[in-house]
């Protein structure tokens, strides 16, 4: 034991030295204690490296570790296939998280009187408090990494067990041989560190205007960082992995969950999904700093688009989005399984390659022979046929000749966890639709949801999720299974769902499911839908005040006079006849792609002021001839209707065509459009048939449930009880 406390004192001292040449290269060797803590720039060095220590990148080797996905690689997840001892156990870093909590010892012990600007003592009181709220902080974080990774029951205790907590620092004539603290004072160590952050701390740095509370220091802990935190922590201590049903817990994680809420602004829309490189975004409550590469595009993208693929989503993960009207796939009226991946949630599409999906001009093809399949560009390819999405920049490209980079970030804390860990509380505690706090377990998921956008009246200007009111209005157990569900696809390969089952007491073992995709000789079957809603539009003329693209954004107009989703216009055009066209998109086929369909209808919604934009008085309709490569006019048409406040509805005999014109003429004015839809289906799209099979079963034993705590520590400290099992 004395041995290891010399060890353990060296260890630091070493660190601490390099800590503090990182900021200022001056020998230290000379210095006394009183030197060393003179200055701001040895003090910050401590707080640097604490910093520097996060371990700052998304974790998505856990959900090799789950039902969410496999490595691409057969027999490498060890940990899952049963092969996970106490002494071979990869999850948790122990000693990283107690080194850099006993340097946040010595910076809290020490750091009160630091000088930071000599010549304004005004500046200088502002980072005293201030970095000594981030230290606070940060000792917070470090003890929760701790105990989120060892809380658990030791064999004689029938209480949880947390993780012993230090709260100054040791020196070397100290007995090391500390026992665990129960579970609970764990959480309220923590409580007690993130309100001594939230007191002194900035609640962002998004808005403010100096050097202390600016964009610049986006990496800092904050007030909202310590809200969201200290929610985090009361979630998990309430979860029935940790205690038995405690509604005053869930009521504490619930309260404190709706205050950082209420401190980011109360419970507002989310931001869109834009593409996982925007780190001003407000929906981001503590990021680690921004860095510019493409590894991760590298690691993650699929083969053809030069990726290596390592991470193969699991058919459970892709089950688990509902359809695009909010439904699970079992109940959905959209949901449609000989083209599994139409209609679906939009976050599916966001954090998933699948086969067909076409991203930077490349189609993703998993089916059997594509070059995402195994055997293809890669010989493993993919085990699931699926590869992950989320994360990934699409700015990046990996083209030999064309390679590029982009800003990433690590996303520490969020709103949207935030908000679901108040949903989760919240029913808890008080049921779906109870608003104690101003807003509800049901609102704060319909935000996740809308900005998934699902929507289950796509026609109506109000936002529906009708499954989601069901749900919620048969109650709390119910609602609890949706939440889970909507937390699965929600953070999906950010490190949540390993923690998420075990914390739910939910079954370890899975059986993790994939596709294999083949082609089908049997004709498929196809409903007429909307081809306008992805062409390309263009016409010979648009005023410069109107957009062509508003007449294909799926607005259900009331009337003729209706603008409120824009309109197509082409003012001062007396007199002159214009069009507007459509170039279909493209789609596979079993040979490669085609972007001819077979359309028979065409429906017209037209605008008119009443004034410079009238009712046309020609209309006609013209195809692209594919075999003579002309414009022609459609044949049978039944009627060119030019009447006002409904749509125009035109039937014509069948053709197979790429593009399409709309002309319209008005003798005495210009003419409008708020609406224009093309009613078709592909004409040659490959079919595939879907065999769904096991590519791998984890073996845990429900003591797994717990992280051993490190085998070496236990040897050493004899009062360190293991979990049981271990």
Same mark, same amino acid.
């Given at each position: ?32 204690? *009183? ?64 080194? =850099?909590?006993? #340097? ?45 990774? +060892? ?7 029938? *209480? ?44 962002? +740095? ?77 929906? +981001? ?49 959209? +949901? ?73 970030? #690590? ?7 935030? #908000? ?88 370890? =073992? ?17 409903? *007429? ?57 493209? #789609? ?44 022609? *006019? ?93």
């Amino acid at each position: 034991m004395k041995q290891l406390k010399f060890i353990i004192i060296a260890v630091v001292m070493v660190l601490l030295m390099g800590a503090c040449e990182y900021l200022d290269p001056r020998p230290i060797q000379d210095q006394t204690s *009183e030197d060393l803590w003179s200055h701001a720039t040895y003090g910050e060095g401590i707080l640097t490296t604490a910093y520097a220590d996060l371990n700052a990148y998304y974790p998505i080797y856990e959900s090799y570790f789950t039902d969410n996905a496999v490595a691409k690689t057969p027999g490498t997840n060890q940990l899952a296939l049963g092969s996970w001892t106490v002494q071979n156990n990869s999850i948790g870093n122990w000693e990283n998280c107690y080194k =850099n909590i006993r #340097y946040l010892n010595l910076f809290i012990e020490n750091a009160k009187d630091l000088i930071y600007k000599v010549s304004d003592s005004y500046k200088d009181s502002v980072l005293n408090v201030h970095r000594m709220g981030e230290a606070y902080f940060l000792r917070a974080w470090y003890q929760w990494q701790l105990l989120r990774t +060892y809380g658990g029951y030791a064999s004689d205790e029938t *209480e949880a067990l947390g993780v012993p907590i230090v709260t100054w620092v040791m020196d070397q004539n100290e007995d090391l041989d500390i026992p665990r603290d129960t579970y609970e004072d764990c959480v309220q160590q923590i409580a007690e560190d993130c309100d001594s952050a939230i007191k002194v701390l900035p609640n962002d +740095y998004l808005t403010g205007a100096d050097e202390y509370t600016g964009l610049m220091n986006r990496g800092r802990g904050s007030a909202l960082a310590a809200m969201a935190l200290k929610a985090r922590a009361y979630l998990y201590a309430a979860s029935p992995a940790y205690s038995t049903y405690d509604q005053a817990k869930w009521q504490r994680a619930a309260e404190a969950a709706a205050a950082a809420i209420n401190a980011a602004g109360g419970l507002s829309d989310l931001d869109d999904f834009g593409n996982f490189n925007e780190a001003t975004s407000s929906d +981001y409550i503590w990021i680690y700093p921004t860095w510019t590469g493409n590894w991760m595009e590298s690691t993650y993208y699929p083969p053809s688009i030069y990726g290596n693929g390592e991470c193969n989503p699991s058919q459970e993960l892709v089950d688990a989005f509902p359809s695009s009207d909010g439904y699970p796939l079992s109940e959905s009226g959209t +949901y449609n399984s000989s083209r599994p991946y139409n209609n679906r949630d939009g976050r599916f599409e966001r954090f998933i390659f699948f086969n067909q999906d076409l991203y930077n001009d490349t189609y993703i093809e998993t089916v059997e022979g594509g070059a995402d399949a195994p055997g293809g560009l890669s010989v493993e390819g993919t085990r699931t046929g699926y590869y992950m999405k989320k994360l990934l920049s699409k700015d990046v490209r990996l083209t030999p000749g064309d390679v590029t980079t982009d800003v990433h970030f #690590y996303v520490f804390l969020g709103k949207n966890e935030l #908000y679901m860990n108040f949903a989760e509380a919240a029913n808890e505690a008080y049921g779906p639709t109870d608003e104690s706090y101003g807003f509800s377990a049901l609102q704060a998921i319909q935000k996740i949801r809308k900005r998934a956008g699902i929507d289950s009246n796509p026609s109506s200007e109000e936002y529906e999720d009708e499954y989601l009111d069901q749900v919620a209005s048969l109650g709390t157990d119910e609602f609890r299974e949706l939440i889970k569900n909507e937390r699965r696809i929600e953070l999906c390969f950010e490190g949540h769902r390993f923690w998420d089952i075990r914390r739910w007491n939910e079954p370890l =073992n899975h059986s993790v499911s994939g596709v294999k995709i083949t082609f089908s000789d049997e004709p498929l079957e196809q409903e *007429e839908f909307n081809i306008a809603l992805s062409s390309v539009a263009s016409t010979d003329f648009v005023s410069s005040w109107e957009d062509v693209n508003s007449i294909k954004d799926g607005f259900e107009p009331e009337n003729s006079a209706d603008h409120n989703h824009g309109i197509y216009g082409n003012w001062d055009s007396s007199g002159e006849k214009r069009y507007i066209q459509y170039e279909f998109p493209e #789609y596979l086929t079993s040979e490669g792609t085609s972007n001819v369909y077979t359309i028979s209808q065409s429906n017209v919604y037209w605008f008119t002021d009443g004034g410079g934009i009238l009712l046309p008085d020609e209309v006609s309709i013209e195809y692209w001839n594919e075999e003579s490569n002309a414009w022609e *006019e459609v044949k049978n048409y039944s009627a060119y209707g030019k009447t006002a406040d409904e749509w125009n509805v035109t039937t014509f005999d069948a053709v197979e065509t790429s593009k399409i014109r709309l002309y319209m003429k008005s003798n005495s004015e210009s003419t409008g459009v708020i609406e224009w839809q093309v009613m078709g289906i592909q004409t040659s799209p490959a079919n595939y048939s879907y065999k769904y099979e096991t590519v791998e079963s984890h073996i845990y034993q429900d003591y797994m449930r717990y992280i051993p705590v490190p085998y070496t520590q236990t040897l050493i400290m004899k009062n360190l009880k293991q979990n049981r099992g271990w």
